[in-house]
């Protein structure tokens, strides 16, 4: 069974930090790429940040040079870094796991930021 478990949401003031996680369990995880979209209410789910097999990312315009995707393959883990965040930047996180003929998501995790 495939299983992915996002953690490390909450309520930050705006400036803060937060570290999102997300554990992988039910996959050969080193074959995936990887990512974070995200879903503020009332619209629709979009890309926050990627990450392929080979460790090439790809970050949406609004989050670059302010959040860090990272994994760790050992561990069956991926992380997002959030630095200086924004008030727009509130939504549900979502942890992404795809190849080309599969693609999993984990349930939400949600960030709410304060200003």
């Known amino acids: 069974q495939v299983q992915l478990v996002e953690s490390g949401g909450g309520l930050v003031q705006a400036g803060g930090s937060l570290r999102l996680s997300c554990a992988a369990s039910?996959?050969?995880?080193?074959?995936?790429?990887v990512g974070w979209y995200r879903q503020a209410p009332g619209k629709e789910r979009d890309l926050v940040a990627t990450?392929?097999?080979?460790?090439?990312?790809d970050y949406a315009d609004s989050v670059k040079g302010r959040f860090t995707i990272s994994r760790d393959n050992a561990k069956n883990m991926v992380y997002l870094q959030m630095n200086s965040l924004k008030p727009e930047d509130t939504a549900i996180y979502f942890c992404?796991?795809?190849?080309?003929?599969?693609?999993?998501w984990g349930q939400g995790t949600q960030v709410t930021v304060s200003s």
């Open positions: 992404n796991a795809r190849i080309t003929s599969r693609n999993y």
């Open positions: 039910g996959i050969s995880f080193n074959i995936y790429a």
């Open positions: 990450m392929t097999t080979g460790g090439i990312t």
